[in-house]
């Protein structure tokens, strides 16, 4: 029996998390070293209709039917067969496998959700485009977040370094000097939904403080952008401490998060910050060739529970 399979990388936010929610720009870049497969194989013996949704590393296997309408997994199972109008689609199976860790700022539910809707997309012999892939993981995106920037969806579904600003079209850009990123995870799951609540609350408690923070963060992404496609490293290090300053300022970060950038730029980091939601996740570093090593080993003698390098080109 065939098998569809699809997958999609992780992700991290390099510079702009939460001001792309009100508009900033910011940049995100692809995480090859992690990702979530989807396998989707027909079912002959059972009735037409019938799907069996199994995901075992998060414990789930159920029918779809049996599903609520806002389990992410169903639902872009759901809208892939609403776009393609398949009410009764021949029965299979869908197994889902991740190396994404989950709430961490990674992408993992935007790489499921991609991953999803191609393996199924192509088990129903329908052809999907990128743009279409990236707008219906954006609604299953709206289930875990309420109101996501689209920066995961986007970056996840074209698995390249993007600037992206909310509602316009996705930039893409050089990178002129290769550059390699550590990213530890303080171990701290973070539901990246409740984070950003708690800012758009204190956005709305104090909304000139907080869009003063916002446009702050705002001119970092284009300045990065440059110091990227100019292979400009050591102004990209600095330029990264300086979003983390912010994003202090609007209280996502937390102490765990804030000793692992410390760690990382006394052992020789030319820049670290929080990347994704914040208050637990995953944090970034940028290092030289040949630092990861010492960098990696800091980071974990600070906490961390695992660490990735990842090259950026
Ligand atoms: O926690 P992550 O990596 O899924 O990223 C969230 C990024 C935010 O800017 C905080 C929210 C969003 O939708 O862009």
């Given amino acids: 029996m065939p098998a569809f399979s699809a997958s999609a990388p992780g992700k991290v936010i390099l510079f702009g998390e939460h001001a792309v929610v009100y508009g900033q720009p910011a940049i995100a870049v692809p995480v090859p070293e992690v990702t979530a497969r989807a396998k989707v194989t027909a079912d002959i013996q059972a009735p037409e209709g019938q799907i069996l949704i199994q995901a075992p590393e998060v414990g ?144 709305e408690g104090n909304p000139k403080r907080y869009d003063a923070i916002f446009a702050a963060i705002g001119t970092l992404a284009p300045l990065a952008r440059q110091a990227i496609e100019d292979g400009e490293n050591e102004a990209l290090g600095a330029l990264m401490d300086a979003n983390h300053t912010h994003l202090q300022e609007l209280q996502v970060s937390s102490p765990a998060l804030d000793r692992l950038v410390e760690a990382a730029r006394e052992a020789g980091a030319l820049g670290a910050k929080l990347s994704g939601g914040g208050r637990g996740g995953n944090m970034i570093a940028l290092v030289t060739k040949g630092q990861e090593k010492e960098v990696a080993a800091a980071l974990m003698e600070a906490g961390a529970v695992n660490t990735i390098v990842t090259s950026v080109q």
């Fill in 60 to 203: 789930k296997e159920a029918l779809l039917s049996e599903l609520p309408h806002n389990d992410p997994l169903a639902a872009a199972v759901r809208f892939i067969l609403q776009k393609h109008e398949i009410e009764r689609p021949p029965a299979f199976r869908l197994r889902i496998n991740s190396t994404i860790p989950v709430a961490a700022g990674l992408g993992s539910g935007a790489a499921v959700s991609v991953a999803i809707i191609r393996s199924v997309s192509a088990f129903l012999g329908q052809l999907i485009l990128d743009e279409e892939v990236s707008a219906l993981a954006f609604e299953v995106e709206k289930l875990h977040h309420g109101t996501p920037s689209g920066i995961d969806n986007s970056i996840v579904t074209f698995a390249k370094p993007v600037y992206y600003v909310k509602g316009q079209h996705l930039e893409y850009f050089e990178v002129r000097k290769p550059f390699t990123l550590l990213i530890a995870d303080s171990g701290i799951p973070s539901p990246t939904r409740a984070v950003v609540e708690d800012v758009r609350r204190g956005w």
